[in-house]
Each structure stands twice: as C-alpha cells, then as structure tokens.
C-alpha cells in the first residue's frame, strides 16, 4: 500500500494517491502547540473498501505520532472506532 504524507503549517494529510491527481483515501489532521494531532477526518473510496485501507491509514498516523512524541484525539469517529478497538494504539492516546 502507497500511503504518501504531506505536511503544510499545521496541517497533515495521510492519503493513497488515486487517478489523475485524486485521493483514493486519506486522512487528514492538525498539530495542536502543545503536542496533540488531531485526526479531524478519514476517507476512503467505494473502490477501497473493506481492504483494510482506513485502518492502515489510521496506523500510519499512530507510528507518526510516536515518531514525534504527539499525542492522537481522534475527532473522526472512523478513527476512534479504531482506537477504541486497537489497545496497542492506547499509548498515543491524548
């Protein structure tokens, strides 16, 4: 899986590129100034789902947040559902 990252101020995007330029999955969250990423948003095309893309996306933000000692409020229910069901993900948890 292709999963790209794009950073602009304090703005993040996790996403897998799709044709001519689109997303065919992403989420997307903000850096707070005091250490928390809050995942705002997570989306995933008809195409994509039920192959586990969501969830990968919702880990590659997981490994980011411990790269760089964030703390996750996952605002997206997708994402939260996923932390809800993932107790190894607990140590990221705002």
């Known amino acids: 899986m292709n999963i790209q990252h794009k950073m602009s101020g304090t703005h993040g995007l996790f996403y897998i590129p799709g044709e001519e330029g689109e997303r ?15 995942i705002e948003h ?8 039920g192959q586990n893309v969501g969830y990968e996306l919702v880990h590659a933000a997981v490994e980011h947040a411990r790269k760089y000692d964030f703390k996750v409020v996952p605002v997206c229910p997708f994402a939260k559902a996923i932390f ?8 990221v948890l705002a």
């Open 42 to 49: 997570t989306g995933v095309d008809e195409e994509l789902r």
């Open 84 to 91: 809800e069901k993932k107790p190894d993900f607990v140590d």
């Open 24 to 38: 065919a999955a992403e989420l997307v969250y903000a850096v707070t100034d005091d250490g928390k990423m809050i």
